[in-house]
């Protein structure tokens, strides 16, 4: 009689070790799918960050504008809510559009690829300054982004 016993795995080792390494690629693709959700909401929030600076650098334009024009310095940029492309040269008063992305990658309200963002720029005037605040609004978040600007040239 052979008493030898053969070394190997049992039913129950083999199902405890498949359970085991389930778990962990399970907690791996989890991990992952955070992962690529949270960098794309990151992306969202710099594109969105970009929109608001850009919008303030218009307006900014615009202020430059009336300076080289030899016009009052705040001409066109009264109190209210707006909206602005990169290549206008004054403020709309529309605040509720999304914009468009066009094939050279320029942001409008007009022609392009629908996108997720909506951009408010708020005008306050001061004696000597006005308050820039630019709302861009995606997906449930907002960026909010504010700036003082001077007649630094009087």
Do not use: C, P
């Not at 070394?7 to 199902?15: C, D, H, R, W």
């Not at 995606?138 to 700036?147: A, S």
């Amino acid at each position: 009689m052979n008493t030898e016993h053969k070394k190997g795995f049992t039913l129950i080792e083999m199902v405890v070790s498949i359970f085991i390494i389930v778990i962990a690629v399970v907690g791996i693709l989890q991990v992952t799918s955070k992962y690529v959700q949270k960098t794309k909401l990151e992306k969202e929030a710099y594109v969105a960050a970009l929109l608001g600076q850009e919008a303030i650098e218009i307006v900014k334009n615009i202020r430059d504008t009336n300076w080289i024009t030899l016009a009052t310095w705040n001409t066109g940029l009264v109190d209210g809510a707006y909206e602005v492309d990169y290549d206008d040269t004054g403020l709309t008063s529309d605040a509720s559009r999304f914009l468009y992305i066009d094939s050279n990658g320029f942001y409008n309200y007009s022609t392009g690829t629908a996108t997720i963002y909506k951009r408010k720029i708020t005008l306050v005037n001061g004696t000597d300054k006005i308050s820039i605040t630019v709302d861009v609004f995606w997906r449930g978040h907002t960026t909010t982004i504010k700036q003082d600007i001077y007649d630094w040239k009087q």
